[in-house]
């Protein structure tokens, strides 16, 4: 069930259904809609237990997925697993065997530093912690971007919030900068 909510800033009338919530909740959530939006959100989500879910959801997977701490291990844990190991091994294995996991887990440690240096060598941050990279987009492709925006869309794409201040550069300017593809107008060139 669709829920509609008017509400009237000054001359406006803004319907707020819940596709709106949905498509923009990323800006919601970043403080990055217009006033009069954010405050038509806010009422909707408190009147349509869908919407609020949506949100809620969407801020814990953010909050999950930025907090960077690792979760230790009991102690001791280390010391059980090596002899339990161990245990497992025969003894005319057991030093082949080690050599050959040794070896396995140091090529994936040492291929997993390349890749990961590889892919964030030269590529500045996503400005938007929501954003997904691009991997097709024709690197000569015109795109339109705002300047103050975090994505880069088509020319005449519905999407563009910020009329504003747009200005046209390549595809490989934008992303040079940070700005991701639209997911609507872009969706082609999404990984």
């Known amino acids: 069930m669709e829920q509609q909510l008017v509400f009237c800033e000054g001359d406006k009338?803004?319907?707020?259904?819940?596709?709106?919530?949905?498509?923009?909740?990323?800006?919601?959530?970043?403080g990055e809609v217009d006033p009069g939006l954010g405050a038509a959100i806010e009422e909707h989500i408190r009147g349509c237990k869908n919407c609020t879910a949506v949100v809620d959801g969407t801020r814990n997977v953010i909050q999950i997925y930025s907090d960077g701490r690792l979760v230790d291990v009991p102690l001791g844990f280390r010391r059980r697993l090596h002899e339990k190991l161990?245990?497992?091994?025969?003894?005319?294995?057991?030093?082949?065997?080690?050599?050959?996991?040794?070896?396995?887990?140091?090529v994936l440690v040492a291929g997993g530093f390349e890749t990961a240096r590889a892919w964030s060598f030269g590529r500045p941050g996503l400005r938007s912690?929501?954003?997904?990279?691009?991997?097709?987009?024709?690197?000569e492709m015109m795109v339109i971007i705002a300047d103050k925006g975090k994505v880069f869309h088509v020319a005449g794409c519905p999407?563009?919030?910020?009329?504003?201040?747009?200005?046209t550069i390549s595809a490989r300017e934008a992303e040079q900068r940070g700005y991701a593809p639209c997911v609507r107008c872009m969706k082609k060139y999404l990984t």
């Open 13 to 30: 009338a803004m319907v707020v259904r819940c596709e709106d919530v949905w498509r923009e909740v990323s800006n919601y959530l970043d």
């Open 86 to 106: 161990e245990s497992n091994i025969s003894g005319s294995r057991r030093t082949f065997f080690g050599w050959m996991v040794a070896t396995a887990a140091a």
């Open 129 to 139: 912690a929501h954003a997904r990279a691009s991997s097709h987009v024709p690197p």
């Open 159 to 167: 999407f563009i919030h910020d009329q504003s201040n747009l200005r």
